[in-house]
């Protein structure tokens, strides 16, 4: 689950409460150790997928970053799909930014 939610910026509160879930369903690990385990299986979890994950968080951040300037200027994010349909964002805030 976490592996699945990574490239998508789970948070590492988010993937420590889906690796606990899972431990507490399997029932392995007793109730005093789970909290432990659960925090070492998060970061072995965090640190394996950005190790192999490089370039797609790059990219994430990137786009995160294009979309954080455009949103400030109060812009639609747009583009064109690879199959050639348009695409827009319109989220905006109201009020005025100066850039």
């Known amino acids: 689950q976490t592996v699945m939610t990574f490239v998508y910026g789970v948070t590492i509160s988010g993937a420590r409460r889906q690796i606990r879930s899972q431990l507490e369903q399997l029932q392995i690990?007793?109730?005093s150790e789970l909290q432990a385990v659960s925090d070492y299986l998060t970061r072995l979890t965090i640190a394996t997928m950005e190790n192999m994950f490089t370039s797609a968080r790059e990219i994430m951040k990137w786009l995160s970053d294009c979309?954080?300037?455009?949103?400030?200027?109060?812009?639609?994010?747009?583009w064109n799909s690879p199959l050639g349909f348009p695409v827009e964002q319109p989220y905006r805030r109201p009020g005025k930014f100066a850039i």
């Open 29 to 31: 690990i007793p109730q």
């Open 67 to 78: 979309a954080r300037t455009v949103g400030r200027i109060s812009q639609p994010i747009a």
